[in-house]
C-alpha cells in the first residue's frame, strides 16, 4: 500500500494508519542514525520444507522496509517497558550485551591491520566504530569477511536484572517485552508490568524477584541451547536433502579456518561443510591465525575466511548433520 498499491483491506486506512505509521518510523530512523547501533545486516537463510518434513528449498527472504519498521518499533517498545519499570522501581530482567573483551578487540585488530584498517581503542569503543570499518568495505570483496569476523569479535547477549546496557543497540535501558508467548524473560517483564502498574492479579511475586538473577542465568543458558538445537535441525535437513548429490560441484564461502582446515558455507543451500588441512591442496599449509587463513609453505597460496570457492560434495553424514568437501579452487596468490 504504501509503495502505491492498496487493495481491499489497506486503501480505507492508508490515509489514517498507515502513512502516519510511516511517517512515525522515518522520525524513529533519524534516532537510530543518531544513536549509531551495529549495523551487521548478513542474510538469513529460511529453510521451505515439504509436506513430508524434507527440504523443498532454501530462500533468503526478501528484507522489506516493512521490516525495518516493525523491527524499529519494537526496540522502542521494549525501551519503554524497561523504562517503565526502572520509573516505578520495580525489579525486571534486562536484555544486555556487553562490549567485546579485549582479548577478542586484540584479535579483530590483528586481522583488521592485515587489511590496512584499523579500529578505535577500548576506552572509547562504540558501536559507531565497527560501522566504521564496516563502511570501508562496503559493496567490496571484503565486505562478508571483515562483517563475519566482527560478528564473532562479538560478547553474547543475555538476561539479567543487573543492567549494563546493550552495546550493540547503544542503548541504556533494554528489556526483551514483545514475545511473551515464545520468550520467558518478555513473560516475567509482563508479570512485572502487571505488578508495577497495578493491572490486577498475575503480577511478579516478591519470590520471582529475589531469584531474577538465577531466573536470568537459567534463560541465557536455555537460549544458547535452543540456538544449538536449531542448528543442528538445520544441518541434518540439509544434508539429507544433500545425501543424493555426493559428487556434485558447488560454489560457496570460507566461513571459518583453523589449524585442522576449512569451513565451507554453500551459496545455494547455506550448508556447511569441512575440508581437512590435508585435503586443500597439494602443499603443506600453515595456519595464520591473525589473518583467519591457511597459507601454502612452498607456493604461497592463501585460503583465508570470506573467500568464494568451489568444492566438491565429497561425504555425507545426515544424522549426524556432517558434510566433507574437496576443494577445487586453488588458493590466492
Known amino acids: 500500500a504504501i509503495d502505491g ?3 481491499t483491506t489497506t486503501a480505507p486506512i492508508l490515509g489514517d494508519v498507515l502513512e502516519p505509521l510511516w ?6 530512523r533519524r534516532g537510530r542514525q543518531a544513536r549509531e547501533p551495529l549495523e551487521l545486516d548478513l542474510p538469513e537463510r529460511k529453510i521451505m520444507l515439504k509436506a513430508d518434513g524434507t527440504v523443498e528449498r532454501v530462500v533468503i527472504p526478501e528484507r522489506l522496509d516493512a521490516h525495518r519498521l516493525v ?15 526502572e520509573a516505578r522501581r520495580q525489579r525486571l530482567l534486562y536484555r544486555i550485551h556487553d562490549a567485546p573483551s579485549l582479548a577478542k578487540l586484540e584479535s579483530l585488530r590483528e586481522f583488521l591491520r592485515t587489511m590496512n ?6 576506552g572509547n569503543l562504540r558501536a559507531a566504530h565497527f560501522n566504521r570499518v564496516l563502511e570501508s568495505v562496503a559493496t567490496s570483496d571484503r565486505e562478508e569477511l571483515v562483517s563475519q569476523v566482527v560478528l564473532r569479535s562479538q560478547s553474547q547477549a543475555e538476561y539479567s536484572p ?3 546496557g546493550h552495546f550493540g543497540l547503544n542503548l541504556m535501558r533494554y528489556a526483551h517485552f514483545t514475545s511473551p508467548i515464545r520468550r520467558y524473560a518478555d513473560l516475567i517483564v509482563h508479570r512485572a508490568l502487571i505488578a508495577a502498574l497495578k493491572l490486577g492479579p498475575g503480577g511478579i511475586t516478591g519470590a520471582e524477584e529475589e531469584r531474577l538473577d538465577i531466573i536470568g542465568a537459567d534463560i541465557s543458558l536455555a537460549e544458547r541451547r535452543a540456538m544449538q538445537a536449531a542448528r543442528d535441525t538445520v544441518d541434518r535437513l540439509i544434508a539429507i536433502h544433500l545425501a543424493e548429490r555426493v559428487g556434485d560441484r558447488f560454489d560457496g564461502r570460507i566461513t571459518g579456518v583453523t589449524k585442522a582446515g576449512l569451513f565451507v558455507t554453500l551459496a545455494q543451500t547455506g550448508a556447511d561443510g569441512f575440508i581437512p588441512i590435508s585435503m586443500v591442496g597439494d602443499d603443506y599449509f600453515r595456519f595464520d591465525e591473525a589473518s583467519y587463513a591457511l597459507i601454502g609453505s612452498a607456493s604461497g597460496e592463501v585460503y583465508q575466511m570470506g573467500q568464494a570457492v568451489e568444492v566438491r560434495l565429497a561425504e555425507v553424514q545426515p544424522m549426524a548433520g556432517a558434510l566433507r568437501f574437496d576443494m577445487l579452487s586453488r588458493g590466492k596468490r
Open 162 to 164: 543487573d543492567n549494563i
Open 23 to 28: 511517517a512515525a518510523w522515518h522520525c524513529l
Open 71 to 85: 523491527e524499529e518499533f519494537m526496540i522502542q517498545a521494549n525501551v519503554s517497558a524497561a523504562e517503565t519499570l
Open 5 to 7: 498499491r492498496p487493495d
Open 117 to 122: 584498517l584499523s579500529l578505535a581503542r577500548a
